[in-house]
């Protein structure tokens, strides 16, 4: 049996049960291990420089508002998580590698609750990823309104819907 997902209360998120600070501290501590990975390592040196400098900041100030945005917290974020992933020469052995990456940094920097949660998020955003991934392409025809919890940008939503179908 699965454990549930981790319920919040209205206006209790989960962004502001785990805080801006240590959901950095979770972004910062994953990537710093992404980029030392045998497998994952150069397809993020070559696509976002040398870390920390280079495209990092920026890089990581995406997938904080992407994550703000997923947890329920205020976001600015308006990417397309689908299309970047599309033409990284990612395999699902890349995608089996970042989630077990996911799930070390996960485990380091929050609670077991929280953390379970945010893996069973990333598991389920994989299914929509990968298929990016292994296309090469933008998926056509996959819904792009409509599917996105209220508080949610349609891409992160989009995702979490997506996964929730298989
Ligand atoms: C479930 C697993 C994953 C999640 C949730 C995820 C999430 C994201 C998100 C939200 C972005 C920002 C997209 C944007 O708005 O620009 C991103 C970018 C990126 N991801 Fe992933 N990702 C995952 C797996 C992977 C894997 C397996 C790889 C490579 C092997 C990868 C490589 C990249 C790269 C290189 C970028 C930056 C693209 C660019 O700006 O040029 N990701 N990812």
Redesign the pocket.
């Given at each position: 049996m699965t454990a549930p997902l981790l319920l919040t209360a209205e206006g209790d998120t989960l962004f502001s049960r785990i805080g801006e600070d240590r959901l950095r501290a979770l972004l910062w501590g994953f990537y710093a291990q992404?980029v030392r990975d045998e497998?994952?390592g150069p397809?993020?040196r070559?696509?976002?420089g040398p870390f920390p400098g280079a495209?990092w900041p920026?890089?990581i100030a995406?997938?904080e508002?992407?994550?703000r945005a997923v947890l329920g917290g205020p976001s600015a974020?308006?990417?397309?998580?689908g299309?970047?992933?599309s033409n990284?020469?990612?395999?699902a052995v890349?995608?089996d590698?970042?989630?077990a990456l996911?799930q070390v940094a996960l485990d380091e920097h929050l609670d077991p609750a929280e953390a379970h949660t945010m893996l069973v998020?990333?598991?389920?955003?994989?299914v929509s990823?990968?298929r990016f991934?292994l296309a090469g392409l933008p998926t056509a025809g996959l819904p792009k309104a409509g599917l996105a919890p209220a508080g949610l940008s349609t891409?992160?939503g989009l995702?979490i819907e997506e996964g929730e179908k298989s």
């Open positions: 992404v497998l994952l397809i993020f070559q696509r976002v495209g920026v890089h995406r997938l508002g992407f994550w974020y308006r990417g397309q998580p299309p970047a992933h990284l020469g990612a395999q890349h995608f590698r970042w989630l996911w998020m990333a598991s389920r955003m994989r990823l990968q991934a891409e992160a995702f």
